[in-house]
DNA sequence: GTCTATATCATGATAGAC
DNA sequence: GTCTATCATGATATAGAC
């Protein structure tokens, strides 16, 4: 139950079957992964995994509550802070965009504790979700989505509801895609692209961003379809 | 062999195994879905799959094959007409964006004869393949990659090459999520959302990402890791 | 806690009658 | 072209010795 994370090789069985389960599930999905495969990685035996998670979806479980609590916390601690900052006033969309892919990006620059193969896995996941999956995200996610929506709701007063929803996907998505990086950018690229320096990529990804929230509303009728009152809570 | 698709329910047996796996991969992944979930599905036998198409794997790659090709002519013949309008001028970026991702959201849209399941599909893929389908897919890409790369290049001379890929990438992802649509944004909000219109979907994600493309340069030194002429080809 | 051995089941593929 | 029957393999999970 040790939470110091040692680099690299995680010596406790544990933690090495969460590492190599990580890895595995992003490059083949969840139930291309085997046991095999995941215990042989990890050099452990093949019932560890049942005695120490019980089952495969436990285990599947297990490999996001490990990051994800951590993770989302993080996400309100930053908000936190914009707030205090503000003392009442409503945030700048760059600050919960801040909050929010910052930290994320942040995560996904830590490639020697595996933050990155974690948020590769999430943006995967987050369009695939196996039912049991699905359920376990919105557990995990009840907390901070109200939290940022409201936020931006405040910051962006003139922007209708659903689009922010909408627009907060969108980012997701791109995000997503950029954390999926190289691999996938290289099937479009000719020439070797450079290699994946976090700082770059932040650079690269908060402008597009913003651009994307903060841009106009499609010219006529944003609601067009109006159907009573149609407010988020 | 006949072309004439018609709606909803295929006879032939080639296509109902065709449109049967292309649901199934969409909601399982391709290793988690059988063939005997397909042939299952799609009203057909076992056998008929390994007859008609030899393999799961050649199975898959036809399930891409049928819409992918001609969704890329759709989208080159979108950049003809553009360019044919513009007499060599250089693009707006509106217009190449209304080329590749109109097109594409158009396919989006035809929920009848299994478009949107496909883009599902494709979107979820093109961030996680398997070997021989990323192959496969860059095949398919061959031709419009560049055709589109060079449009957005003479579009936006001063942003640099590189980041133009990479926003286009973005855009990629934020049309994926946007395309995955209501499933995965449900996650987020508390109450019940609109359905998927696809005009509406249009609406929200186009302005997005013509933001996203257009947004200024993070400030300093976008290039500062100079590497000799990293030029595109 | 770790290992071997095994039970039970589903998978992809094929052979061969019709 | 379609179907049944079947093979070989690999899956998850567990029982029980150490």
């Known amino acids: 139950m040790t939470r110091t994370a040692d680099l690299r090789q995680h010596t ?4 090495r079957i969460l590492d190599a389960a990580e890895s595995l599930f992003v490059d083949h999905g969840f139930e ?5 495969m995941i215990t042989g990685r990890a050099g452990v035996n093949l019932a560890s995994i049942n005695y120490h998670f019980g089952s495969k979806d436990a285990l599947i479980q297990n490999v996001f509550r490990r990051r994800l609590t951590w993770l989302n916390q993080e996400r309100l601690h930053a908000l ?12 700048k969309p760059h600050q919960i965009v801040e909050a929010f892919f910052g930290v994320s990006l942040c995560m996904a620059a830590d490639t020697e504790r595996g933050g990155h193969t974690f948020m590769r896995l999430l943006g995967r996941t987050y369009t695939e979700p196996t039912a049991f999956v699905r359920q376990f995200l919105a557990e995990e996610y009840a907390v901070v989505v109200p939290r940022f929506k409201q936020a931006l709701l405040r910051s962006l007063p003139d922007v209708p509801p659903d689009e922010i929803l909408w627009r907060f996907h969108f980012m997701l998505g791109a995000m997503s895609y950029a954390i999926a990086g190289t691999d996938a950018l290289q099937l479009m690229a000719e020439y070797e692209l450079e290699e994946t320096d976090p700082e770059a990529l932040s650079r690269r990804l908060m402008p597009f961003l913003l651009g994307g929230l903060r841009a106009p509303l499609a010219g006529h009728a944003g609601k067009a379809k109006e159907k009573g009152s149609r407010r988020a809570v």
Chains 1, 2 share one sequence.
């Open 12 to 15: 406790d069985t544990r933690e």
């Open 32 to 36: 291309a992964t085997s046991m095999r």
């Open 80 to 91: 936190d802070r914009f707030e205090a900052e503000a003392k009442g006033a409503p945030l």
